[in-house]
C-alpha cells in the first residue's frame, strides 16, 4: 500500500462542534465519547472515558487524552536534553498533545513506514510553531517518537478490538469506520499472523521484564531518588552498587506492592541485581571498569543492540548517545571522584582509582602538571585569605 491518500493538512479549520454519545460495547463498559474542538483549533480532539461495570464496585478507567481546554501559554514551553529527547515541567503534557497529533494525523489503516517525508515533516513545523520551539535539533528524535507511538496505537487496537471482534470506531469517533474492515484483514493474514507469533515467542523468552511507564527511562532517572531507598531497606547488598546504569535497571525492574505502597523486587530482578553487583567489583578488581569500554550491564544482560540504548531510550542508537553511553568513571552522577574533588583542607577521605590506572591514561608528565597545578591554586587561596586577616 502506498501513501498515496488524501492528505490531511494539520492547519486546516474546522468548525466548532461538541457531541456526547454515551455507548455500551460489548465488554459490558459504559463509554461517555465527547468530541471537542483541540487547543490550537486544527484537528478533533476525542475524550473519552470507560467506567466498567461490576457489581457493587464502579471503577474509571484512564481515558484519552483529552485537550478540552487551551493550552495556557505559560506551561507552551517544552526543553530537550542532550540527546534531544523532551524534558521539563511540561513533558507529560507535551507528550500527550504529540501523542495525539499522531493518532488524528496518521491514518490507522496505513503503516508508519509507509508515510512520507513530508507528513512527518509537517508535523513537526506544526509542533514547532504550536510549542514555541527555537531549534529543529529535536526533529529526528520526534519523527522515531511520532513512528514508535503510532505502531503502538495500531498494536493496541490489535490486541484489545480486533481479536476480542470488536469495533474500535466506537471508542476513537476520529477513526473513519469505512476503513476498520480493511485494518481487520491486514491484521488477521497469514502473513501478519506469522509475524506476531515469532514476536510472542521473542517477547516470552525476555525474562528481564521493566515498568518503564508511559515516560519511558527519562521517568526512571525522576523517580530514582524516591525508589532507590525503598530497595536499599529491603536489599542491604545493593549499597554496594555504585554504578548509575545499573541502579536505572534495577529501580526500572522494581514494582509497587499495592498494599505497603512500596517498591520491591521479584525473585528474578534480585537475581540479576546480584550479578550486576558481582560484575562491578569484577571489574573494579581487574581494572576494566576505568576504561570506560563496558559496563556491568553490557557484560550481565551482553550488548547493545542496534537502534536502542537501555537506561536511556529504546529509539535512540547506543553510538549515538551523547557523551557516550558507558561513562563508568570521570562522571558527575558517579561516585567515582576525579583528582579536584579532594578536600586538601579538611582531609577528607576519597575513594580513588588505582594510581596504576592513573598513569594508564595520563602521562607522568601531565600528572606533574597537574598536581602542581592544584597546589599552586592551594597556596594562591591560602596567601589570599593570609592577606585579608593581616588587613
Not at 309 to 320: F, N, P
Amino acid at each position: 500500500m502506498s501513501s498515496k491518500r488524501r492528505r490531511r493538512t494539520l492547519t486546516s479549520n474546522r468548525g466548532d462542534h461538541q457531541t456526547q454519545s454515551p455507548s455500551s460495547d460489548c465488554d459490558g463498559d459504559t463509554v461517555q465519547t465527547v468530541t471537542r474542538r483541540p487547543p490550537d483549533a486544527t484537528t478533533t480532539v476525542t475524550v473519552t472515558a470507560t467506567t466498567r461495570q461490576q457489581p457493587g464496585n464502579v471503577h474509571k478507567y484512564r481515558g484519552i487524552a483529552s485537550f478540552s481546554k487551551k493550552i495556557p501559554d505559560s506551561k507552551l514551553h517544552i526543553e530537550f536534553d542532550n540527546n534531544n529527547k523532551p524534558c521539563g515541567e511540561s513533558v507529560s503534557l507535551f507528550r500527550s498533545y504529540y501523542s495525539t497529533m499522531v493518532r488524528h494525523n496518521f491514518d490507522y489503516w496505513i503503516p508508519m513506514n509507509q508515510f512520507s517525508n513530508d507528513d512527518f515533516k509537517e508535523l513537526w513545523l506544526h509542533t514547532k510553531a504550536y510549542w514555541k520551539i527555537k531549534t529543529d535539533a529535536p526533529e529526528a528524535y520526534m519523527r522515531k517518537y511520532a513512528i514508535r507511538i503510532g505502531t503502538n496505537f495500531r498494536s493496541d487496537l490489535v490486541q484489545h478490538y480486533v481479536r476480542k471482534n470488536l469495533n474500535a470506531c466506537h471508542k476513537y469517533p476520529f477513526m473513519k469506520p469505512h476503513k476498520w474492515d480493511d485494518f481487520v484483514r491486514q491484521k488477521t493474514c497469514k502473513e501478519f499472523l506469522a509475524k506476531s507469533t515469532q514476536a510472542k515467542a521473542a517477547n516470552a523468552a525476555n525474562e528481564n521484564k521493566l515498568r518503564l511507564g508511559r515516560s519511558g527511562w527519562s521517568g526512571v532517572e525522576q523517580k530514582l531518588p524516591i525508589i532507590w531507598p525503598q530497595l536499599l531497606e529491603r536489599h542491604e547488598d545493593l549499597k554496594s552498587v555504585t554504578n548509575f546504569r545499573s541502579k536505572l535497571l534495577i529501580v526500572a525492574m522494581a514494582k509497587k506492592n499495592k498494599e505497603t505502597q512500596l517498591y520491591e523486587l521479584d525473585n528474578h530482578a534480585v537475581k540479576v541485581a546480584a550479578n550486576l553487583n558481582e560484575a562491578e567489583r569484577n571489574m573494579k578488581a581487574d581494572k576494566s571498569y576505568y576504561e570506560n569500554k563496558e559496563d556491568p550491564i553490557i557484560r550481565v544482560l551482553g550488548p547493545e543492540h542496534g537502534g536502542r540504548s537501555r537506561t536511556v531510550s529504546d529509539i535512540i542508537g547506543y553510538t549515538k548517545v551523547h557523551g557516550g553511553l558507558v561513562r563508568n568513571v570521570n562522571d558527575d552522577r558517579d561516585s567515582t571522584p576525579s583528582l579536584r574533588d579532594s578536600n586538601c583542607r579538611s582531609n577528607g577521605h576519597v575513594d580513588y582509582p588505582p594510581i596504576e590506572v592513573i598513569f594508564t591514561y595520563i602521562s607522568r608528565t601531565s600528572m606533574a602538571k597537574h598536581i602542581h597545578s592544584i597546589c599552586f591554586e592551594e597556596n594562591r587561596s591560602i596567601c589570599s585569605s593570609t592577606k585579608s586577616c593581616a588587613t
